[in-house]
């Protein structure tokens, strides 16, 4: 089995991870939308020096604070009998709401295994003035392609990834990301995934090839039929 194969099956089979309940990761949820709105702030602030030092040196002792009892690795959410793994990494970087750098992004799989997600990036994501970085647009798009994936029942690792930057993806306006799974062979999942604007328009289209890594099962990865 590859490292990130067994690295899975430790975590989300064996139990390696810290599993969180519900109201202890909505607490950290609460702490990570502070910390969102503070790199906000810190993006768009034109406070004096003073205060900027002032500020830095509240912030790093807030720090120290938080890293006074420190785990060795980013906590999972506990399992819900029935539901796929996917949802439980709560600090991932796109959908996770325990990671402050997460816009985040709540994916939604439809009865027909499609998935969607309803989302809007702050200017903290700007790339070209005015509009989206492609890398985050990426990102959101590699984690949207992964859910269809998943929710067809033939998850994996991403082992391809083709963009198309169609025009440019406007931030601090409602975006809708859609994704399906066309194509499943052995192992590898073809997937497909677009980003819409609020005016109708695909700003990004995407496809993807997932591999599920040798020795790994979907059902180890938590898919339910
Ligand atoms: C973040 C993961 C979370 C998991 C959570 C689990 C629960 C939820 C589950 C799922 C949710 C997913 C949501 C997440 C979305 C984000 C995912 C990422 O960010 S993943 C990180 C970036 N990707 C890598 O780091 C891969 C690095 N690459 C590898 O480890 C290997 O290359 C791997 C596993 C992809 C393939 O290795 P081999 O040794 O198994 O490959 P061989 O046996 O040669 O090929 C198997 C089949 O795949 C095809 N294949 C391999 N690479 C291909 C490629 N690049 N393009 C097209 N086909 C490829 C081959 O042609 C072959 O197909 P034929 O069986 O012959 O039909």
Do not use: K
């Not at 509240?58 to 819900?80: G, K």
Request: include cysteine; aromatic fraction near 4%.
């Amino acid at each position: 089995m590859s490292g990130a194969g067994a690295a899975m099956r430790r975590v989300f089979v064996d139990g390696e991870r810290a599993e969180l309940d519900q109201p202890r990761a909505a607490e950290l949820a609460g702490l990570a939308a502070r910390v969102r709105e503070l790199t906000e702030a810190v993006v768009h602030t034109d406070v004096d020096a003073a205060e900027v030092a002032a500020v830095s040196e509240e912030i790093a002792a807030l720090t120290r604070r938080l890293a006074a009892a420190r785990r060795a690795a980013p906590p999972i959410a506990a399992p819900v009998p029935g539901a796929p793994h996917i949802g439980r990494q709560l600090a991932n970087p796109v959908t996770g709401p325990l990671n402050p750098i997460a816009p985040p992004v709540e994916i939604h799989t439809r009865p027909d295994r499609t998935v969607f997600c309803d989302f809007t990036l702050t200017s903290v994501y700007e790339g070209p003035p005015g509009f989206v970085h492609g890398g985050v647009s990426a990102m959101v798009l590699d984690q949207l392609l992964g859910a269809a994936a998943h929710a067809a029942g033939a998850p994996g690792m991403t082992a391809a990834l083709d963009l198309r930057y169609r025009r440019p993806t406007p931030y601090g306006v409602p975006l809708r990301g859609e994704a399906e799974a066309t194509e499943v062979v052995g192992r590898r999942t073809h997937t497909a995934a677009r980003i819409i604007a609020p005016d109708g328009t695909v700003t990004v289209e995407a496809t993807a090839v997932f591999v599920l890594p040798r020795g790994l099962t979907p059902e180890a990865l938590g898919n339910v039929e």
